[in-house]
Nanobody, 119 residues
Framework: QVQLVESGGGLVQPGGSLRLSCAAS????????MRWYRQAPGKQRELVAT???????NYASSIKGRFTISRDNAKNTVYLQMNSLKPEDTAVYYC?????????????WGQGTQVTVSS
């Protein structure tokens, strides 16, 4: 498994932007799928965005058009650029890595970074 550390969260006003980073302990070029999840208090964990090793992306309908997931293999880092933030985006955001190794699936999780959207 790979160790993941999220950063970049904080307090921002509605309409503002934040860029979250997920730093991995080793190369991410061979990791099949990397994802961003979020979880608000009292709610289930929600899949926000996905990026594959080939660069394909998918987004939750609630954020599509506002958020962009990307990866920089040279820096072992996955990003989530969040624009036009809304109060309902307030949550702890988690980075997840899914990799297949010797026909076994492994899931790695970061500790999360808090995003609060409020005036």
């Amino acid at each position: 498994q790979v160790q993941l550390v999220e950063s970049g969260g904080g307090l921002v006003q509605p309409g503002g932007s934040l860029r979250l980073s997920c730093a991995a302990s080793r190369s991410i070029s061979s990791i099949n799928v990397m994802r961003w999840y979020r979880q608000a208090p009292g709610k289930q964990r929600e899949l926000v965005a996905t990026i594959t090793s080939g660069g394909g992306t998918n987004y939750a309908s609630s954020i599509k058009g506002r958020f962009t997931i990307s990866r920089d293999n040279a820096k072992n880092t996955v990003y989530l650029q969040m624009n036009s933030l809304k109060p309902e985006d307030t949550a702890v955001y988690y980075c997840n890595a899914k990799e297949v190794r010797l026909n076994r699936e492994y899931n790695s999780w970061g500790q999360g970074t808090q995003v609060t959207v409020s005036s």
